[in-house]
């Protein structure tokens, strides 16, 4: 049972370019969440899923975009890369009986933007 | 929309004193709370989880208290060591959404 998985653990893009990170979880939970995180702050929500099909937008969705074709993968994409996305990406997931529960975190992927 | 803040952003304590972390949230109709621990460089570590109809979960050395009418909760620490040290950060869950606070960094002094 490895939980929340999350690859790359580090990548460096260049200005414009595109990338996708990815996140998969193996304990069968139906909600899954993508974080961003900058130096010295909290954690914001880009985009969730609360089942396979269903995604919807979070704080900072833009310059984003995400797909959840099964239940244990949720991959998030990022297009056309710009500084501003320079941060630490958190994927994680929790289940649901009638409310989110605990949430797990996978370990998380370090993007710099140049 | 729901605003969570941690006060204080960094605290320095020597090892063997009790503390007391704050939360503070300003929408009352949560599903629950979650206390994290984040070391630095690495991801989230769940604490303690507390249902909106609970008022406090302990964990060992730790309890967290939530009052969803004044929008607070606190993370008690007892009995502090060094190990203690890393960011702890509280999440309110505002179904399907989780909302974070910005942390409290925490240095135990041996």
């Known amino acids: 049972n490895a939980g929340v998985t999350q690859t790359p653990k580090f990548r460096i893009l260049k200005i414009g370019q595109s990338m996708t990170l990815q996140c998969t979880q193996d304990?069968?939970?139906?909600?899954m969440y993508w974080y961003r995180q900058d130096p010295g702050m909290g954690l914001k929500l880009i985009y969730y899923?609360?089942?396979?099909?269903?995604?919807d937008k979070g704080e900072v969705p833009n310059g984003y975009n995400v797909s959840r074709s099964t239940t244990e993968d949720f991959p998030l994409r990022l297009e056309l890369a710009a500084p501003s996305q320079t941060s630490v990406y958190f994927c994680?997931?929790?289940?649901?009986?009638?409310?989110?529960?605990?949430?797990?975190f996978g370990p998380g992927t370090r993007l710099t933007v140049l | 929309k729901q605003e969570v803040t941690q006060i204080p952003a960094a605290l320095s304590v020597p090892e063997g004193e009790n503390l007391v972390l704050n939360c503070s949230f300003t929408?009352?109709?949560?599903?629950?709370l979650q206390w994290f621990r984040q070391d630095p460089g690495k991801g989230l570590t769940s604490l303690l989880l507390?249902?909106?109809?609970?008022r406090e979960q302990t964990s060992g050395r730790l309890n967290a208290s939530l009052d969803k009418s004044s929008g607070r909760s606190t993370l008690y620490i007892a009995a502090s060591q060094p190990g203690d040290s890393a960011t702890y950060l509280c999440?309110?869950?505002?179904?399907?959404?989780?909302?974070f606070g910005s942390g409290t960094k925490l240095n135990v002094k041996p």
């Open positions: 994680a997931s929790s289940y649901s009986p009638g409310s989110p529960d605990t949430q797990y």
């Open positions: 304990m069968n939970h139906n909600y």
């Open positions: 899923s609360v089942g396979a099909g269903i995604t």
């Open positions: 929408d009352s109709a949560i599903y629950n």
């Open positions: 507390i249902q909106s109809s609970q």
């Open positions: 999440a309110v869950g505002l179904s399907p959404k989780f909302y």
